[in-house]
């Protein structure tokens, strides 16, 4: 029996997708940044070549992360919703940190808005039954 994918799982997936694809698109772009740092660098804001190719490497990763997640959700693998999971409760860290640090005090309260009712439909009775999870 083959199990009907919600459409909240299906906006899920193309919302990693196309965060996965920008993700690792901007990796290389600070990757090809390495080429160009020392001569593009302002005296006093040099960006080693090592710390640039670290961070490509980390957002190269992280962009990846975003397609495996992107591919499990599409295909209803429980696993695709465990790092949906995962990375929707990063992301309410991230806004905790945003709030308490007053960095952008709007943009974390949507951030764990959003997160928490991503967090509340992935475990909601009807999305689990299609992971096959009840």
Do not use: C
């Amino acid at each position: 029996m083959t199990n009907q994918r919600p459409a909240g799982v299906t906006i899920l997936a193309m919302i990693h997708l196309i965060g996965g694809v920008l993700t690792v698109g901007v990796s290389a772009i600070v990757f090809g940044g390495i080429f160009n740092a020392d001569a593009a660098a302002t005296p006093g804001t040099e960006i080693s070549t090592r710390e640039l190719l670290a961070a490509s490497v980390v957002i190269f990763i992280s962009g990846l992360a975003g397609l495996f997640t992107s591919y499990g959700l599409f295909n209803l693998k429980g696993w695709g919703r465990i790092l949906a999971i995962v990375f929707t409760f990063i992301n309410v860290i991230y806004s905790l940190i945003n709030l308490f640090k007053a960095v952008n005090i709007v943009g974390a309260f949507v951030g764990i808005f959003f997160s928490g009712f991503i967090l509340y439909y992935l475990n909601t009775v009807s999305v689990k039954r299609a992971f096959g999870r009840v």
